[in-house]
C-alpha cells in the first residue's frame, strides 16, 4: 500500500501547507548563493541562480492559490515556516539537508540534491518498495544512476512539521516530484469525491499574471481541477523537466540541468545528453565571492555590535516580507507589486551584511540568518 | 534551427564575399533588424552587415556593457560600449563651443555649426536602440501634411492611415506599454478596440503631484485655448501584459538578448538609467528582433565590418555589390577589404551614416538632396525644485508627459513642442547628482549625516521638465564627406553642418515662457539658467537658451512623390537605384514631436513588404529549399 494517500481535505491542506513550506525553504538557500557573488563577476552563473529563485517565487505563489483554491489558508508568518537552517526539506528527503551556503561548488551539488528529478530516462529505476520502520513509515526508494552508484535513502529523519500525518507517523519523499505526484493523486481522489466542492476557495484570492509573469511559465489562477494539475505539473517541471528530461514541456531547462550547467562549465542546448552540454560556455569564477560563513546564525556574530543589530534587523524586514506576502494571498495580490521595493531593500540588507567580517578568528563575512523574530 | 547551428550565423569576411544573398543589409539596429527578420521568415537569405562589435548576444557581454556605465566617469549615451576606432562613435561631452568659421574635428563628428549639436548615435549590434529612451510616440495624422495644412515644411507620400497598420506591427515588436485612452489626442486614432501589448508604465509620484495642480490649466496661443493634461507615455519597456491584447490573446513580452538560456529582461524595476543601459534589459533593443531572425537560420551575421562603398552599375543604375572593410581589432588599423552581393540592398545604418556611405560611394542622387534636410528634435531643458519631496530617480526616465502642444494652428508661424516630466532629477540639465554633491561640499562644507540629508532633501525635490521642439527639413542642414577628414579605416567622416531656424526658436521661447508658468501653478521654485558660454547657447530675439539635440538624426534621405523632390520614393526604395533601400528616419519628411523610433519601425514594415514583392517577382528566393533543408 501506499503510505501517502491523501484522503481527507484536512489532508490536502496540510500538505499544500508543506508545499509552500517547501517552496519557500528553498529560496534563502539560492538568495544566499546568489548574493555572494561579488557584484559585477559571474555574470552567467548569476543568472542562472537568480531565474531559479524567481521561479521558486511563483512555485510559491501557485502552492498558494492552489491552498487558495480548495479553501486553505496561506500563512507564510506561522512559528517554524522559515527552516532553521541546515534543514531536512518539509516534504521529508532525508539523505542531506538545505544549506545556506556561498556560491560554491558544494552549494551547487546541494541545489542539485534539493532539484533532483524523481524519475528519468536516463535514471533505470529500480523495484520501488514501501517500508514501515517503527512508527515512521517510510517510502523507500533505491535508484541506480547510470554509473551503476546506488543512491539509498536512510529511513531515519527528525521531526518535521509538515511531514507529519498524524502524531505518529510521518512520510518522506525522495523528492519534490513525488510529493507534488501525491498531492495531484489527492487532488483527483477528493475529486472524485467531492467533485467541483473541492474548490470551494474564493476565486478573488488567486493571484493572476499581472503580479508576475517570467521567461518561463506563467501564473495562472487555480479554480478548479485542470488548472489545479496545470500548476503542479508547471511545478514539477520547472524543477526537475518533463518526464526527467532536460527541458521541459515548454521547452525551458530545469533547474536541476540549469544548475549542472554550472559544474560543467557549459550550457545545455535542445538535443543534448545527460552530462554533455554542447551551447555556449559559462565562466565561473568561484572565487569571486564574499567569504561568507555558511549557516550562519545571530550567535556567530559579535554580540552587541552594529553588525549584530544589522543581522537582526534584516531578520524583522525579512518577516515583515512575509507577511506581506501573507496579506497577498489573503486577498490583497496588489501588495506584490509594492513588495517588488521591499526586495531590492532585502538585497541591500544582505549585501551590506555580506561585505562585513564577522570577526574574531577566520575571516568569514557575515550572512543573513533567516531566524525569524 | 537545428542545435549545430547554433553559432554558425555568424560569418567570416571571406565566406559572406563568396556568398549571393536575396538581401545585404547595412545595419544590425531597429530598421536593419526588422528588414532582415521579416525577409528571413519570409523564406529570404540575408546578411546583416555591422560595422561595430558583435560580442553582445550573452549575459555576461551585457553585464560587461552595464559595468563599463558603472565606472564611466561620464554616464553619456555612448559610456557603456568599449572605444572603437574602426567604428567610432560620437560622444556627447566632446561637443565643443564652436568659434564662427571654424570647424570642430575633435570628436567623430566634424561640426561647421553655426549650432554645434550634442546628439550621438552607437554603432554596436542593436544600434542606437542599445542607448535609446525607448519612448514609442505615435506621430500625429497632421504631422503627415505640413505643407497643405500649415503652409510650412513637407507633405509626406504616406498617410496616418496608410501608416496605422504598420505602427501596430512595431508597437508588438517593440513590445510597447501604454493606454491607449491617454494617446486619443490631437486627431490620433486607433481602430476599434486596439489596446497596446502591455499597460501603461504606471505614473510616477511626481506625475501624480504635477497632475493633480496642472490639469485642466488653459493656454491660448493663435487665438486658440490648449487644455494641459498630464499623461501617460507610451514606451518599449516591459511592463504588465495586458490580456485585452490580440483580440484577447495577450501578449507574451519577450526579455534578455542570449544564445543560451536567459530569462532576464522581465518587467521594468524602475532603476532610472534607462539611456544609456537598462541594467535588467526592461527596455527594448534591436538586437531582440535580430535574435529573432538569426533563429531562422537564414540571416548571416557579418560583424567588425564597415560598408565603404555602394557599386553601381553604369548602365542599369542598379546597385551590384557593397564594398566593406573587415577589422579584427577595434583599435588597430588593420583591416582587410571585401564586397559582398545580393539581389536587393538595404542601407540601414541611420540618417547621418547612411548619407555618408552614399557620399562617400560618390552617390548625391538626381535630386542632390543625399545628406541634406538633416533634421534632429531641438530639445529646450528647464527646471525647477517642487515644494516638497517628490521622489526623483525612481522608475524609468519619463513615464508622463503634456501633449497637448503637439497640434495646432500655431504651426503655421512656430513649431509644435511637446513636454516630457524627467524621473530622473536634473541629470541631463545640470549633471545631477554629482554636481549636487559638488555644491553642498564645497560650497556649503557640509559633511556626514547633514551632508547626506541636505542631498537626499535637494535631489527629491528635483523637477526636469524637457521641451521637444520639432525641426523642419531645410537644406542647409546637412551631411556631408570631405577627404580631409578620415577615420582610421580611412572612411569619411560626416561633416555636420546644422542650424536651428527660428520656426523652432519661437517654439522655444514659447516653451520656456510656458515652462514658468507651469512652475509658479505647481509652486515650484524656478531654477532654469542658460550659460552663454555651453555649447548649444542660442541667441534668439535678445534672449539667451541652451538648446540640445535629441540624437534623433532624420531626414537625409527624404522620401517624396517624386525623384526631383526626394530621395526615396513612399517605400524607402531609392528613385535612383531600382534595387536599393535607404531605410530609418532619413527617410521622414518630418518628425513632428515623435522620438522617430516607431515611425520608422512602422515604415520597415512597409518597405519588407515591397522588398520581399520585388524578390517574388524576381524569381523564387535563393536558398529557401537549401535553407528548409538545413533546418
Known amino acids: 500500500m501506499s503510505l501517502h494517500h491523501i484522503t481527507t481535505i484536512a489532508g490536502l491542506h496540510r500538505h499544500l501547507e508543506a508545499a509552500m513550506q517547501l517552496e519557500h525553504a528553498t529560496i534563502p538557500p539560492y538568495l544566499t548563493a546568489l548574493y555572494s557573488i561579488r557584484p559585477g563577476t559571474n555574470a552567467e552563473a548569476f543568472n542562472i541562480i537568480r531565474v531559479v529563485a524567481v521561479e521558486e517565487m511563483l512555485h510559491l505563489t501557485l ?217 555556449g560556455t559559462v565562466p565561473v569564477d568561484w572565487d569571486a565571492i564574499y567569504p561568507i560563513k555558511a549557516n550562519c546564525k545571530l550567535g556567530d556574530y559579535p554580540a552587541g555590535s552594529d553588525l549584530y543589530r544589522a543581522g537582526e534587523a534584516f531578520n524583522r524586514e525579512y518577516a515583515a516580507f512575509l507577511g506581506l506576502l501573507t496579506r497577498a494571498f489573503r486577498g490583497e495580490p496588489e501588495v506584490l507589486i509594492q513588495a517588488v521595493g521591499d526586495m531590492f531593500r532585502l538585497k541591500d540588507m544582505i549585501t551590506q551584511l555580506m561585505r562585513q567580517p564577522l570577526g574574531g578568528t577566520g575571516s568569514l563575512h557575515a550572512a543573513p540568518t533567516f531566524e525569524m523574530p | 534551427m537545428s542545435d549545430g547551428m547554433h553559432r554558425a550565423f555568424r560569418v567570416t569576411p571571406q565566406a559572406a564575399s563568396t556568398r549571393t544573398y536575396d538581401v545585404v543589409v547595412v545595419g544590425s539596429g531597429v530598421s536593419g533588424a526588422i528588414v532582415a527578420k521579416e525577409l528571413a521568415q519570409s523564406g529570404y537569405r540575408v546578411l546583416v552587415m555591422e560595422a561595430g562589435p558583435g560580442e553582445e548576444m550573452s549575459l555576461a557581454d551585457y553585464q560587461r556593457s552595464v559595468e563599463r556605465f558603472y565606472g564611466a566617469v561620464s554616464k553619456d549615451n555612448n559610456a557603456p560600449y568599449a572605444e572603437n576606432r574602426n567604428a567610432p562613435m560620437p560622444r556627447g561631452p566632446e561637443t565643443r563651443k564652436l568659434l564662427p568659421g571654424v570647424p570642430d574635428a575633435s570628436g567623430y563628428l566634424v561640426q561647421k555649426g553655426p549650432y554645434e549639436i550634442d546628439s550621438t548615435y552607437t554603432r554596436v549590434l542593436g544600434g542606437t536602440t542599445r542607448h535609446w529612451e525607448a519612448k514609442a510616440l505615435r506621430m500625429l495624422p497632421e504631422d503627415f501634411e505640413l505643407r497643405s495644412r500649415f503652409g510650412q515644411g513637407l507633405d509626406w507620400p504616406v498617410t496616418y492611415d496608410d501608416l496605422r497598420p504598420h505602427y501596430q506591427k512595431a508597437e508588438r515588436e517593440l513590445g510597447v506599454a501604454g493606454d491607449v485612452a491617454d494617446q486619443a489626442y490631437c486627431g490620433i486614432d486607433f481602430e476599434p478596440g486596439y489596446v497596446l501589448p502591455m499597460h501603461r508604465m504606471p505614473p510616477s509620484y511626481l506625475d501624480q503631484l504635477i497632475a493633480r495642480d496642472l490639469d485642466g490649466a488653459e493656454v491660448t496661443l493663435d487665438g486658440e485655448t490648449y487644455t494641459l493634461v498630464v499623461r501617460s507615455t507610451p514606451q518599449a519597456r516591459n511592463g504588465v501584459p495586458n490580456p485585452a491584447y490580440d483580440g484577447g490573446r495577450g501578449y507574451v513580452p519577450t526579455g534578455a538578448v542570449s544564445l543560451d538560456q536567459a530569462e532576464l529582461g522581465l518587467r521594468c524595476q524602475g532603476n532610472t538609467n534607462c539611456v544609456p543601459i537598462c541594467p535588467v534589459q526592461a527596455k527594448y533593443d534591436a538586437r531582440r528582433t535580430l535574435k529573432a531572425g538569426i533563429d531562422t537560420g537564414r540571416i548571416d551575421l557579418l560583424t567588425q565590418t564597415v560598408a565603404s562603398r555602394v557599386e553601381i552599375d553604369p548602365e542599369t543604375g542598379r546597385v551590384t555589390a557593397i564594398d566593406f572593410k573587415s577589422y579584427h581589432d577595434p583599435l588597430s588599423p588593420e583591416h582587410e577589404t571585401g564586397s559582398v552581393k545580393a539581389k536587393i540592398f538595404v542601407l540601414a545604418a541611420n540618417a547621418v551614416e547612411n548619407a555618408r556611405l552614399m557620399l562617400a560611394s560618390n552617390l548625391h542622387g538626381s535630386s542632390d538632396l543625399v545628406g541634406r534636410n538633416l533634421m534632429d528634435h531641438a530639445y529646450l531643458l528647464t527646471w525647477a525644485l517642487m515644494p516638497e519631496p517628490a521622489g526623483a530617480y525612481r522608475g524609468p526616465l519619463c513615464t508622463s508627459g503634456i501633449e497637448d502642444l503637439r497640434g495646432g494652428g500655431f504651426r503655421r508661424r512656430q513649431a509644435a513642442v511637446r513636454f516630457s516630466i524627467h524621473n530622473d532629477g536634473w541629470g541631463w540639465a545640470t549633471g545631477s547628482p554629482y554636481t549636487d554633491l559638488d555644491l553642498l561640499v564645497d560650497a556649503q562644507n557640509r559633511f556626514g549625516a547633514d551632508l547626506r540629508r541636505a542631498l537626499v532633501e535637494r535631489v527629491s525635490r528635483q523637477l526636469l521638465l524637457d521641451c521637444m521642439i520639432e525641426v523642419l527639413p ?81 531626414g537625409t534621405h527624404l522620401m517624396g512623390a517624386s525623384a526631383r523632390t526626394s530621395v526615396v520614393d513612399a517605400r524607402q526604395r531609392a528613385w535612383d537605384y531600382p534595387n536599393l533601400y535607404l531605410v530609418g528616419a532619413g527617410s521622414m519628411p518630418s518628425i513632428g514631436t515623435s522620438n522617430t523610433t516607431l515611425t520608422l519601425a512602422a515604415l520597415c514594415y512597409r518597405s519588407a513588404e515591397t522588398i520581399a514583392a520585388d524578390l517574388r517577382d524576381e524569381s523564387s528566393p535563393l536558398s529557401l529549399v537549401a535553407a528548409e533543408g538545413a533546418a
Not at chain 1, 507529519?164 to 487532488?187: C, M, N, P, Q
Not at chain 2, 550659460?531 to 538648446?547: F, H, K, L
Request: contains cysteine.
Open chain 1, 63 to 279: 502552492a498558494g492559490n492552489l491552498l487558495n483554491a480548495v479553501g486553505g489558508k496561506p500563512n507564510l508568518t506561522a512559528k517554524g515556516f522559515v527552516p532553521d537552517f541546515p534543514a531536512f526539506l518539509p516534504d521529508g528527503e532525508s539523505d542531506f539537508k538545505a544549506s545556506l551556503q556561498p556560491f560554491s561548488k558544494a552549494a551547487i551539488q546541494n541545489f542539485l540534491q534539493i532539484e533532483r528529478p524523481a524519475k528519468s530516462a536516463h535514471h533505470e529505476a529500480l523495484e520501488v518498495e514501501p517500508v514501515a520502520t517503527g512508527n515512521v513509515a517510510v517510502l523507500e526508494r533505491h535508484r541506480q544512476r547510470q554509473g551503476a552508484a546506488t543512491l539509498a535513502r536512510p529511513p531515519a529523519a527528525a521531526g518535521l512539521r509538515a511531514a507529519r500525518v498524524d502524531d505518529d507517523t510521518e512520510e518522506h519523499f525522495f523528492s519534490i516530484g513525488e510529493f507534488y505526484k501525491a498531492i495531484e493523486e489527492g487532488l483527483e481522489a477528493l475529486y472524485a469525491e467531492h467533485g467541483d466542492a473541492l474548490f470551494c476557495g474564493d476565486p478573488r484570492l488567486q493571484v493572476t499574471g499581472e503580479y508576475y509573469y517570467s521567461g518561463g511559465g506563467e501564473l495562472a489562477p487555480v479554480t478548479d481541477l485542470a488548472s489545479a494539475k496545470a500548476a503542479i505539473r508547471l511545478i514539477s517541471e520547472q524543477g526537475e523537466g518533463y518526464e526527467g528530461g532536460i527541458f521541459d514541456h515548454e521547452g525551458e531547462i530545469s533547474h536541476y540541468y540549469r544548475f549542472e550547467q554550472l559544474l560543467l562549465g557549459r550550457y545545455y542546448q535542445r538535443g543534448d545528453d545527460y552530462g554533455k552540454p554542447t551551447g
Open chain 2, 474 to 554: 531645410d537644406e542647409s542642414n546637412r551631411v556631408t564627406v570631405d577627404p580631409q577628414y578620415l577615420d582610421q579605416l580611412g572612411n569619411p567622416r560626416p561633416v555636420i553642418a546644422f542650424g536651428i531656424p527660428a520656426y523652432t526658436m519661437e517654439a522655444a521661447a514659447f516653451a520656456r515662457r510656458l515652462s514658468k508658468r507651469i512652475f509658479q501653478r505647481i509652486g515650484a521654485e524656478d531654477h532654469t539658467a542658460y550659460d552663454p558660454g555651453a555649447y548649444g547657447w542660442v541667441n534668439y530675439q535678445g534672449e539667451g537658451y541652451v538648446i540640445r539635440g535629441g540624437n534623433h538624426w532624420a
